[in-house]
């Protein structure tokens, strides 16, 4: 089973932005519809964007028109590019396909939005 590597989370004041890629090394996921998920403290693992094989996006209410999801199929690789960052969206982001067990699950990545 393929793990997906999730990078780019960071501190950031809010309001600020950041870039999180996704990688699968040794498989491809073009033909998956993949999400970004994420978890806060104490709370449940969340799907907040998603995207099909043929681009088609969807968001939670709570990140949409912040948030875009996008990937490029040649380097196995999904983003989630986030612009007016709230606390709120402090958590460990993931990326997984929504179809359960195709990937395992990385080590996600930590967001941390905090003046």
């Known amino acids: 089973q393929v793990q997906l590597v999730e990078s780019g989370g960071g501190l950031v004041q809010p309001g600020g932005s950041l870039r999180l890629s996704c990688a699968a090394s040794?498989?491809?996921?073009?033909?998956?519809?993949m999400g970004w998920y994420r978890q806060a403290p104490g709370k449940q693992r969340e799907l907040v964007a998603t995207?099909?094989?043929?681009?088609?996006?969807n968001y939670v209410t709570s990140v949409k028109g912040r948030f875009t999801i996008s990937r490029d199929n040649g380097k196995n690789t999904v983003y989630l590019q986030m612009n007016s960052l709230k606390p709120e969206d402090t958590a460990v982001y993931y990326c997984?396909?929504?179809?359960?067990?195709?990937?395992?699950w990385g080590q996600g990545t930590q967001v941390t939005v905090s003046s």
């Open positions: 997984n396909a929504l179809t359960p067990g195709v990937f395992r």
């Open positions: 040794g498989s491809s996921f073009s033909s998956y519809r």
């Open positions: 995207i099909t094989s043929g681009d088609t996006t």
